[in-house]
């Protein structure tokens, strides 16, 4: 296996949420920075108790029912070391004597204290489900929330899938130790302190050998525990490494076919696949230890007290039922020691889960959502005044930009990939803020105003369409929450998308499947169109709106993009020149700089870059 081969698929599929951008010029989608995924680093939890502390907040709303579940724990625990300690009574006064009469009141009073301890612990299990899941449902709502208030540039930096791993493995984890791990915990912890008394009360002589051998299962389950915790944390990140990868082949499963590249991928798979089978080992491995070798220390401590014992009832020093009591009670003692550290497991992939799940959670949220003003009625002049910026600041993307964009203009946007044309309409979005310089719409900073009001007047048409599950009613709706149905329709109308939606087997109410899957390439996008037309804000950008389609579609989809951009100032990018002639100015972008400006006509005339783009002396690249 390749080993530099693998580190660059662990780097690049696993994400350390760094607030910083990556280095380098790669951009990632809508124009912003490439995905900066690192590996984060194995081991325990950066801050143990201040994540079990914040852990815990999401079930102390729930402190009366687990104060009632404990309780039952309590009860449970007591009446198995009460039903235990019962077999000495038994023994001396009812099975030695003979008395069979007394056996049978004693047997019933033992089973009456064993079912006790039954339904005390049924009634604590479903407790503790009910409480584990309203958690794990809290922690969801926050985490979801959380990612909506997240900055573009966040989702730039990490990959899809492995934030998706953030909502099921790690949060699942999460729920197994609020589900199990607590309560196992308490009642283990009950049954040594009630056992040790119980052993001490019975014959404290017996009990030192339980005393020596304390310390020898504290140490051997710390010593496990130690081991095993890197290694699970490790294991954590290499199952959202393999979670990211799936989801991006499954997503751009048409490009692997396309390319061939079926067989590498099954590789690069089999690489990361690998790398997770190779740390769950050490990780399993050294949490399923616990269990035969605190179980062996178990044994050794049996046999120790079960010969010390019998010679002392031998000798006359000790009764035959307490002696059964004390053996019973010496292996009770190790097993909830051996619970405990079989715990240790759930713990720690909990910790690391939680850790991780807290990572995103403590991402700084995207700024003036809400601190500032509303923006209120857009005109629609836009202005920007020595605009520089980078993703990084090691390298700066927009150089000194200027332009003025009034009312209804049409402003579009022609240079080489990577020339900073998408950035541009990022800044209006102010999905990034600019290093140096300002946007000015009418007149005012469009820093002065909070993002979302800002965005509620600019309407986007992306060359990649994104539907959600639903109808094409809700779909279209989407721009628009409040909008009718009338409304819809009219929006669909506009972008000359009516006709082929009352083609479609339910019209409006048609379910559409899989990011659209049922329609053509061309019909998605204008949906798209309807659904910014439906917004009715008066800035629009259409960012190589056209450029996946063919061109007879492309003319189709003009017609309604030319109704879309009435009356909006508009900004076009666009590989197709063709597209943009009727544009009021035409801004050529080279290396982040604006190197030529005017309509279609005075660039010809010009004869600079943009008539060489547009008679293909140079193509775009």
């Known amino acids: 296996m390749d080993n530099q081969k693998k580190e660059r698929l662990l780097k690049r599929y696993s994400s350390s949420f760094s607030s910083k951008m990556p280095s380098g010029g790669n951009r990632g989608p809508g ?80 089973a009456l204290i064993y079912l006790a301890g039954v339904l005390t612990s049924y009634f604590q299990a479903k407790i503790m489900v009910g409480i ?7 922690i969801r709502e926050e985490l979801f929330g959380k990612m909506q208030n997240l900055p573009v540039g966040f989702f730039d930096r990490n990959a899809s899938g492995e934030l998706m791993s953030r909502f099921t493995n790690d949060v699942d984890t999460v729920g197994e130790m609020l589900n199990h791990t607590i309560v196992q915990l308490f009642s283990g912890i009950i049954t040594i302190i009630g056992t040790f008394s119980l052993m001490i009360y019975t014959n404290w002589k017996l009990a030192i050998i339980t005393i020596v051998m304390i310390p020898v299962f504290a140490r051997t389950a710390a010593s496990l525990a130690k081991r095993s915790r890197k290694f699970f944390s490790a294991q954590q990140a290499a199952l959202g490494a393999v979670n990211g990868y799936i989801e991006e082949t499954v997503s751009g499963q048409k490009v692997v076919k396309v390319f061939n590249h079926e067989h590498q991928a099954c590789e690069e798979f089999g690489i990361l696949n690998e790398e997770l089978r190779s740390r769950q080992v050490k990780a399993q491995f050294f949490g399923s230890m616990m269990g035969p ?46 619970e405990i550290s079989m715990q240790v497991t759930n713990i720690f992939s909990a910790l690391s889960g939680a850790e991780r799940v807290f990572a995103v959670m403590d991402e700084e949220p995207e700024a003036d959502m809400t601190e500032k003003p509303s923006i209120g009625d857009v005109q629609g002049k836009i202005e920007l005044k020595n605009v520089t910026f980078g993703y990084t600041p090691e390298k700066v993307i927009l150089k000194d930009i200027n332009l003025v964009a009034q009312k209804g203009q049409k402003i579009a946007f022609v240079g080489s990939t ?56 809700e779909n279209i709706r989407y721009g628009r929450l409040d909008a009718t149905d009338e409304e819809v329709i009219e929006a669909a109308k506009t972008a000359s998308a009516h006709s082929f ?102 660039l010809l005339e010009q004869k600079g870059r943009y008539y060489q783009l547009y008679t293909g002396a140079v193509e775009l690249d």
């Open 293 to 338: 070798i605190m179980g062996n220390l178990s044994q050794v401590n049996y046999a120790l007290t079960a010969t010390v014992g019998g010679l002392m009832c031998i000798l006359g020093g000790f009764d035959v039922g307490g002696l059964a009591v004390f053996v019973n009670y010496s292996r009770q003692f190790s097993r909830p020691i051996n």
């Open 132 to 138: 584990s899941q309203r958690a794990l449902c809290r």
């Open 31 to 110: 124009g912003g920075p490439g995905r900066g995924r690192m590996m984060g680093k194995g081991g325990k939890p950066k801050n143990t108790s201040a994540t079990v502390k914040r852990l815990f907040s999401y079930i102390a709303c729930d402190k009366h029912k687990i104060i009632l579940a404990f309780i039952f724990v309590l009860i449970s625990s007591a009446s198995t070391l009460a039903g235990s300690y019962m077999l000495r009574p038994i023994i001396n006064n009812y099975i030695v004597p003979g008395n069979i009469k007394g056996l049978v009141g004693a047997l019933c009073l033992m």
């Open 418 to 473: 990577g020339a900073g044309k998408t950035t541009i309409t990022n800044l209006i979005n102010r999905f990034y803020d600019i290093d140096t310089g300002s946007i000015l719409i009418d007149g005012t900073d469009i820093r002065e105003y909070n993002k979302p009001s800002l965005r509620a007047n600019i309407a986007m048409v992306l060359q990649d369409t994104h539907l959600f599950t639903g109808t094409v009613r």
């Open 501 to 602: 939606i009352m083609r479609l087997p339910k019209g409006y109410d048609t379910v559409l499947e899989g990011d659209g899957a049922n329609l053509s390439q061309g019909q998605r996008q204008l949906l798209n169109i309807a659904r910014a037309s439906i917004s009715k804000a008066p800035i629009l950008i259409l960012d190589e709106a056209t450029s996946s389609v063919d061109t007879r579609t492309e003319k189709h989809i003009e017609h309604g993009m030319d109704r879309l951009m009435k009356n909006r100032t508009t900004f076009i990018i666009a590989h197709r020149l063709s597209t943009i002639r009727n544009a009021d100015t035409i801004l050529v972008l080279e290396q982040g700089e604006v190197i030529e400006r005017g309509s279609h006509d005075e």
